[in-house]
């Protein structure tokens, strides 16, 4: 079941918080703390969803050494490349004006 309209990331936020006391706490039946952690399983993909979504939004700004300033779309690259010690990062963009 998806929602229409999704609740802001901050709201998810809290919520999740809010479901990491109850847990902690420890005194749930283990039918809620079930249903609990259901949930914040649930909000914590909202979240993750939200962080990547904002994340591919952010734009780097550089010095273009003709026109001034652009702006280069940020590339986010997979959690699961991310995790991989091997995997080869990309080099941050020249910000010295100079070639690159």
Same mark, same amino acid.
């Given at each position: 079941?998806?929602?229409?309209? $999704? ?5 998810? @936020? ?8 109850? @847990? ?26 939200? @962080?990547?979504?904002? %994340? ?6 550089? *010095?273009?050494? $003709? ?7 940020? %590339? ?9 010690? $091997?995997?080869? *990062? ?11």
């Amino acid at each position: 079941m998806s929602r229409k309209k $999704t609740e802001p990331f901050e709201e998810s @936020l809290k919520k999740l918080e809010k479901i990491v006391e109850k @847990l902690e706490r420890g005194s749930l039946p283990l039918e809620e703390a079930m249903e609990a952690f259901a949930e914040g399983v649930r909000l914590v993909n909202v979240c993750n969803q939200k @962080l990547d979504e904002a %994340e591919n939004r952010v734009q780097v700004l550089m *010095k273009d050494g $003709t026109t001034g300033w652009t702006t280069t779309d940020y %590339e986010v690259t997979p959690s699961a490349e991310s995790n991989d010690p $091997t995997a080869k *990062k990309s080099d941050p963009p020249n910000l010295e004006g100079g070639e690159s």
